[in-house]
């Protein structure tokens, strides 16, 4: 991972990307439905996650971008370049009384192996690391709980510790468009993502 000082610089312009999403045609980008809450994690590749996400009664919205490193406003060739310190991410905006937030953290847990470290299956590198990024002291509550329950599901399965971070969440910052739903325009389109085969409980 570089520290900031050994990352790339960025620019100041803002991804351009559609103003509505290509699936459930609400908007991509904020203002959001009021009462809308918002959760990003990184879970690997993300044409798969967002997928994952997209598919659950309840969620209002989904974009993929990039976060947990330094470079501002970062392109796709920046971050595979490992000199970001970015994750590739799933922002999910969704309405708390129809989804709640543990319900996205079980997905999360299930939909992937978060004992991987830097990847995911074949797709090996900083972006594919495991990680819930949290905007509130109640979702770090609800994360770090989900992670130790999840733990010792993997502890019975003899499967190995978990590697994700969880740590409060920095500015997301928009992916190219054609990332942006990707497997609903590509369908026969490449998803790395397997879980471990144990449920979260």
């Given amino acids: 991972m570089p520290t ?4 790339l610089a960025g620019r100041d312009e803002v991804m351009a990307v559609p103003d509505r999403h290509f699936v459930l045609g609400s908007p991509l980008v904020a203002p959001f439905p009021p009462g809308a809450e918002l959760a990003w ?28 490193g330094f ?21 999910v905006v969704f ?21 991987q470290g830097m990847r995911q299956g074949n797709d090996i590198g900083t972006q594919y690391r495991s990680g819930i990024y949290v905007g509130s002291a109640q979702q770090r509550e609800l994360a770090e709980a ?23 969440a920095g500015p997301f910052y928009y992916a190219e468009a054609y990332h942006q739903q990707y497997l609903a325009k590509n369908p026969g389109g490449y998803c790395g993502l397997g879980g471990t085969g144990i449920a979260f409980g």
């Fill in 95 to 115: 309405d708390p009384s129809r989804i709640e937030y543990q319900d996205l953290l079980r997905l999360f847990w299930e939909s992937h192996d978060p004992t």
């Fill in 41 to 68: 994690f990184g879970l690997g590749c993300f044409w798969g996650a967002e997928k994952r996400f997209w598919s659950q009664d309840g969620v209002i919205s989904t974009a993929v971008g990039y976060g947990g």
């Fill in 4 to 7: 900031r000082d050994q990352a």
């Fill in 71 to 91: 470079t501002a406003n970062a392109t796709y060739q920046e971050v595979c370049s490992g000199r970001t310190g970015h994750n590739e991410l799933v922002q």
């Fill in 146 to 168: 989900s992670r130790a329950a999840y733990q010792a599901r993997l502890d019975a399965g003899r499967r190995g510790a978990i590697t994700t971070e969880i740590v409060d």
